[in-house]
């Protein structure tokens, strides 16, 4: 004798608390917060390096100013006392001190101007603008992934 049977069931799910969508919005939440917080770093950041590029390429453009004017003041000394010991009211070694002055305040002019070309690469990089502040363009720019 055979005997058929049929057996049935039903699983029924209903979330009450909607607990995992609760979650998952909380960490959401939480990542969104956390990005905005490292991009307003970010802009901090780089509004600071700009601010403090601009500063020192207009320091530096100030020390090119300062410089030139002590290597005039300095050449002017050397020829006056160039003059007053070729009519022997002064000696060479006042020419030799005034020659030094010269050549001092040359390297410090140098050195302005060495730092100056520095702190206007350091803006332009700052800003973004380091490649057509030299003169390269990019014809074709690469896609973004």
Known sequence: MHYYGYYGGINLRIPIGNDDARATNAQSRILLAQAEER??????NIAYQVR?????????RA?????????????QRL??????TSQGESTTR????????????????ARARSDAIKAQL???????????????QVKQQLPLK
């Open 79 to 84: 020829a006056g006392e160039q003059e007053k």
């Open 122 to 136: 350091a803006f332009d990089r700052s800003v973004g603008d380091i490649l057509s502040s030299q003169g390269i």
């Open 39 to 44: 991009l307003r770093g970010t802009r901090q």
């Open 52 to 60: 403090e590029a601009a500063e020192r390429l207009e320091r530096d």
């Open 63 to 75: 020390r090119i100013q300062s410089a030139e004017v002590t290597v005039r003041f300095n050449e």
């Open 94 to 109: 006042f020419v030799l001190e005034a020659q030094r002055d010269v050549a001092d305040a040359r390297s410090r002019l």
